[in-house]
C-alpha cells in the first residue's frame, strides 16, 4: 500500500473511531464529549508513549497492515501497560507473546531478541485517550466498540476467525 493510500486509509479509521463512539454513546442516552477524548495516531513506524498523560485513560490499537492486532485499555494507574508492557514478554497476554507464538508469522523474522523493535517498525498504534473523570465505564465501552468492530487477531476465541 502506497504512503498517500496508508494515510487516506488511517484518515478513515480515524473518522470510523470517532463516529463509532459519537453514534454508540448518543444511542445509548450517554453522548461522550469530543472535548474528552483525543485519537493519536503514533505513525508507522511509532515510537512508544513514554507516559500516560495525568487525569487520562487510553484504549490503544495495534495493526498490521490493515489487520488489527491487539486492542486493550489502560487506566490512570496502567502506566506499564500503556507505554511498554506489549512490546515486552515479562508481562501475561502481551502483543509480542502473542506474535512469537503466531505460527502465520513464522516468516516475519520475529524472534524474541527483535520483537520491540519489530512491533514498533512494523506496526501502527493508534490511542485514544479518554479523560479519567468518565470513569472506568467509559473506557470499557469504547474498548468493546473497538473491539466489536474491529475483531483484533490476539483477542477473543481464535475459532470465531
Known sequence: ???????????????????????????IGKPISREKYEIVDRGLPHIPPSRLPAEKMAVYMFLLGDEFLKIGKANNRSNARFCSQHYGLNAPSTLAKSLLEDSEMSNSKIVPSNIKDWIKTNCRRIDIIIDADLGVFTLELIEAIMHYKYEPRYEGFVSQR
Request: net charge negative.
Open 1 to 27: 500500500m502506497t504512503n498517500r493510500c496508508w494515510e487516506g486509509k488511517l484518515m478513515d479509521y480515524i473518522n470510523e473511531i470517532d463516529t463509532l463512539i459519537q453514534e454508540v454513546s448518543s444511542a
